[in-house]
C-alpha cells in the first residue's frame, strides 16, 4: 500500500505480469509481450478485492508500460478491454489494436 492507503501495482517481467497485493491477496494481469505488441491476456482480483478498482489499476500499469516501451495494447483480457473502452483517457495514451482477435477465436464464432 502507498502512503494514501492505495494498493501498489509492480511489473514483475520474469513472470509477465503486474501485480497487486492487499491484505495477503494478489490480484494480477498476465500479459506477454510481442515483438512491437503488449498483449494483455488476463486479469484476476480475488473476490475479498473486487470493487475496489484494483483490475482499473492494473489495466491502467499495463498501458503505462506499453506507452514507456513504445508497445501496441491487444486487449485480449475482456476486462481490460472493457476498462480500456470505459476509459478513453488512458486508452488515447497508447495505440491499441482492438482488432487481433484471441488464439481460438479467429472468426469470432465463440462456438
Known amino acids: 500500500?502507498?502512503?494514501?492507503?492505495?494498493?501498489?501495482?509492480?511489473?514483475?517481467p520474469s513472470e509477465h505480469r503486474f501485480v497487486a497485493e492487499v491484505?495477503?491477496?494478489f490480484a494480477e494481469l498476465v500479459?506477454?509481450?510481442?515483438?512491437?505488441?503488449?498483449?494483455?491476456v488476463h486479469t484476476e482480483v480475488p473476490d475479498a478485492l473486487g470493487g475496489r478498482g484494483i483490475g482499473g489499476r492494473l489495466v491502467r500499469a499495463a498501458?503505462?508500460?506499453?506507452?514507456a516501451d513504445h508497445l501496441t495494447v491487444v486487449p485480449w483480457c475482456p476486462f481490460a478491454r472493457r476498462w480500456l473502452a470505459d476509459h478513453p483517457d488512458v486508452a488515447a495514451t497508447v495505440t491499441i489494436d482492438w482488432d487481433t482477435p484471441p488464439?481460438?477465436?479467429?472468426?469470432g464464432d465463440d462456438g
Open 103 to 107: 488464439p481460438g477465436h479467429e472468426g
Open 63 to 67: 498501458a503505462a508500460r506499453a506507452a
Open 31 to 40: 500479459y506477454e509481450v510481442e515483438p512491437g505488441r503488449f498483449v494483455l
Open 1 to 12: 500500500m502507498n502512503d494514501r492507503g492505495e494498493p501498489v501495482v509492480r511489473d514483475v
Open 23 to 25: 491484505d495477503g491477496s
